[in-house]
């Protein structure tokens, strides 16, 4: 069992959560993970209950309506991709009481999660709809008998990178844990937003950037190839989708710096006045 926890490193609150066999024993005595990330956990429980609902042969079997009539079963399927879909545009509170209504436990195994969904509560929210008060189920953990209980599985393995232990879990499970990495998203951004003041003309060169930037030439001619990165890594990166390995040293070593290499790799210069090549 993992409890949430949290803690502040220079000013920013990270949150995990941590086996309290981890506060109990002593180093090294406590096997299998003692803390995961808690937005790579909530993202892969998130988006496997987003695909859940989003399958029809899911839901069907999911809630055993299979022997029942069309005229019973479509509204229930139509809630459900409705219900899915709404996990986009709620804020993370409203969307946590949301799956409290229905879901019963998550479950951290060696290589894989499940997620256990309470069946009677599931049906229940998806024909009454915003009938039903989420806020009145919040932290309700009634004894529920195992036939009632729906499992979902996906394969997750545990890997440390950078000194932390992060989700990894495989293309074919269709499921994308997302880890938003602030120091990339900033890269790209400022990568993008100084490429543009080289193109309107108001700096002449990476110095010039740096003197009114006050940062040093270097890291701004590491920052600058951000902006000419693919479209795929961009949005990956925007979206938390790269790998846990990305990080902003080995984010821009392959790019060129130079106008001339700039110029060769991409088919145009990136100064003011200049033309794309022919």
Same mark, same amino acid.
């Given at each position: =069992?993992?409890?949430?926890?949290?803690?502040?490193?220079?000013?920013?609150?990270?949150?995990?959560?941590?086996?309290?066999?981890?506060?109990?024993?002593?180093?090294?005595?406590?096997?299998?993970?003692?803390?995961?990330?808690?937005?790579?956990?909530?993202?892969?429980?998130?988006?496997?209950?987003?695909?859940?609902?989003?399958?029809?042969?899911?839901?069907?079997?999911?809630?055993?309506?299979?022997?029942?009539?069309?005229?019973?079963?479509?509204?229930?399927?139509?809630?459900?991709?409705?219900?899915?879909?709404?996990?986009?545009?709620?804020?993370?509170?409203?969307?946590?009481?949301?799956?409290?209504?229905?879901?019963?436990?998550?479950?951290?195994?060696?290589?894989?999660?499940?997620? =256990?969904?309470?069946?009677?509560?599931?049906?229940?929210?998806?024909?009454?709809?915003?009938?039903?008060?989420?806020?009145?189920?919040?932290?309700?953990?009634?004894?529920?008998?195992?036939?009632? =209980?729906?499992?979902?599985?996906?394969?997750?393995?545990?890997?440390?990178?950078?000194?932390?232990?992060?989700?990894?879990?495989?293309?074919?499970?269709?499921?994308?844990?997302?880890?938003?990495?602030?120091?990339?998203?900033?890269?790209?951004?400022?990568?993008?937003?100084?490429?543009?003041?080289?193109?309107?003309?108001?700096?002449?060169? =990476?110095?010039?950037?740096?003197?009114?930037?006050?940062?040093?030439?270097?890291?701004?001619?590491?920052?600058?190839?951000?902006?000419?990165?693919?479209?795929?890594?961009?949005?990956?990166?925007?979206?938390?989708?790269?790998?846990?390995?990305?990080?902003?040293?080995?984010?821009?070593?392959?790019?060129?710096?130079?106008?001339?290499?700039?110029?060769?790799?991409?088919?145009?210069?990136?100064?003011?006045?200049?033309?794309?090549?022919?």
């Amino acid at each position: =069992m993992f409890s949430p926890s949290f803690t502040i490193k220079r000013g920013r609150r990270y949150r995990y959560y941590v086996s309290p066999l981890a506060t109990k024993t002593s180093a090294g005595l406590c096997k299998g993970p003692t803390r995961l990330p808690a937005h790579e956990v909530e993202s892969l429980v998130t988006e496997q209950l987003r695909a859940f609902l989003e399958s029809d042969a899911k839901v069907f079997d999911g809630l055993s309506a299979t022997a029942e009539s069309p005229a019973i079963v479509q509204p229930l399927v139509t809630a459900a991709k409705k219900l899915a879909a709404s996990f986009a545009s709620l804020p993370s509170d409203d969307l946590r009481d949301l799956l409290a209504s229905f879901l019963q436990s998550v479950i951290i195994q060696e290589n894989n999660i499940q997620v =256990m969904i309470r069946r009677t509560d599931l049906r229940e929210l998806l024909e009454n709809g915003d009938q039903i008060l989420v806020a009145k189920r919040v932290g309700i953990r009634r004894s529920v008998d195992a036939s009632d =209980m729906i499992c979902l599985t996906v394969e997750a393995k545990r890997k440390r990178y950078g000194g932390e232990v992060h989700l990894v879990v495989p293309p074919s499970s269709g499921v994308t844990i997302r880890r938003p990495r602030t120091s990339l998203i900033k890269a790209v951004a400022r990568g993008y937003a100084w490429y543009e003041k080289v193109l309107e003309g108001k700096v002449a060169d =990476m110095r010039s950037l740096a003197r009114e930037t006050g940062l040093t030439p270097h890291y701004v001619r590491n920052v600058f190839a951000c902006a000419f990165l693919a479209p795929d890594i961009v949005e990956a990166i925007l979206d938390g989708r790269q790998p846990p390995t990305l990080n902003f040293a080995n984010l821009y070593k392959q790019i060129p710096l130079s106008w001339a290499e700039q110029r060769r790799q991409f088919g145009f210069d990136p100064r003011p006045g200049k033309t794309l090549l022919q």
